[in-house]
């Protein structure tokens, strides 16, 4: 059990990627965490989905929560985390951006009010190294859309309409495009668009500490939990 004036010790799965160095950074400019990858009070995965089941398999272990930040996961990878939800804490987060979920939340609320003949088309930039497309984040704003519809992501999404069979939007779909290149950390913008208007509801990530300064508040916020499946939405409404 941690005191007070204990930090809270992050193990990082993936120390010398991108998001490890970011976090790292992050747990240097903030004494209430450590960096500890001997002993962890919480597990940070941003991976790959290869990595995934050795992850959880080692914070069951340990009995010690853990955050997966890993994008490109399949429904395979969601139901190992699901199971492993079941014996531990775990926050899945395609994106840890406190703003980019409250984004999100805000995409669900729009959909919800407006009508079908509002289209909804989702736009997102990478740096040319992501491999992932449409990114994981533009699925989770999808995902949203479509709870806000009423519906789910896999019956309303439509990928590659630009192809060697082009053809218009259907209706009541969610549409993607995916634009990499130079070294964009992220951008996503949310198109909702009918007879003579447009809605657009957008995030810029300027930095990958935004991720790291999300990932360590969903850290904390998992420290004492109960075993179960908790979303950067509940971080959100933690604060």
């Known amino acids: ?64 929560p853990i955050l997966v930040g ?29 703003g980019i979920n ?23 930039m990478h740096h040319r190294h992501k491999v992932d497309a449409p990114s994981g984040t533009a699925l989770l704003l999808g995902q949203a859309a479509a709870k806000g519809r009423g519906s789910t992501l896999e019956e309303l999404s439509r990928f590659g309409r630009i192809s060697e069979h082009p053809h218009a939007r259907e209706p009541g779909t969610i549409g993607y495009a995916a634009l990499r290149g130079g070294s964009v950390a992220g951008e996503h913008l949310v198109i909702l668009a009918t007879d003579g208007e447009r809605l657009e509801l957008g995030h810029r990530a300027d930095s990958r500490r935004i991720f790291a300064r999300g990932a360590l508040a969903a850290a904390r916020f998992l420290v004492g939990k109960p075993a ?11 604060l």
């Open 1 to 64: 059990m941690l005191t007070a004036d204990q930090p809270i010790r992050i193990s990082l799965i993936a120390p010398d990627g991108r998001m490890g160095k970011a976090i790292a950074s992050a747990v240097a400019d903030d004494p209430a965490f450590a960096i500890d990858q001997d002993h962890a009070d919480v597990l940070v995965d941003f991976s790959a989905p290869a990595a995934l089941q050795e992850s959880l398999d080692r914070a069951i272990s340990a009995g010690v």
């Open 70 to 98: 890993t994008t490109g996961l399949q429904s395979e990878h969601r139901a190992r985390i699901g199971d492993a939800a079941r014996q531990i804490p775990v926050i899945h987060a395609p994106n840890t951006s406190l």
């Open 102 to 124: 409250l984004l999100r939340q805000l995409v669900e609320q729009a959909t919800a009010r407006l009508g079908p003949d509002w289209d909804i088309e989702i736009l997102e």
């Open 228 to 238: 179960g499946l908790y979303s950067m939405g509940d971080v959100i409404d933690s």
